[in-house]
């Protein structure tokens, strides 16, 4: 869980900070099984409502 959470930040840095944008294309994935891990693991309620608010609409 924590090398997804570095990731996700990295991917965010890379495309947003210094203007890579092809590592935001990567951001989505990396959300989603960070988003599974958490699903599976119990006391974090609040990560998991973050995650999912951060899925796009259906």
Do not use: N, W
Not at 10 to 38: N, R
Not at 44 to 50: E, G, H, I, P, V
Request: glycine content about 12%.
């Amino acid at each position: 869980m924590q090398r997804l959470m570095q990731a996700v930040g990295a991917y965010g840095y890379l495309g947003l900070v210094q203007g890579k944008s092809a590592f935001l294309a990567h951001t989505p994935s990396a959300l989603c099984s960070l988003g599974e891990i958490v699903a599976g693991s119990k006391g974090l309620d609040r990560l998991q409502a973050q995650l999912e608010s951060l899925r796009p609409a259906r």
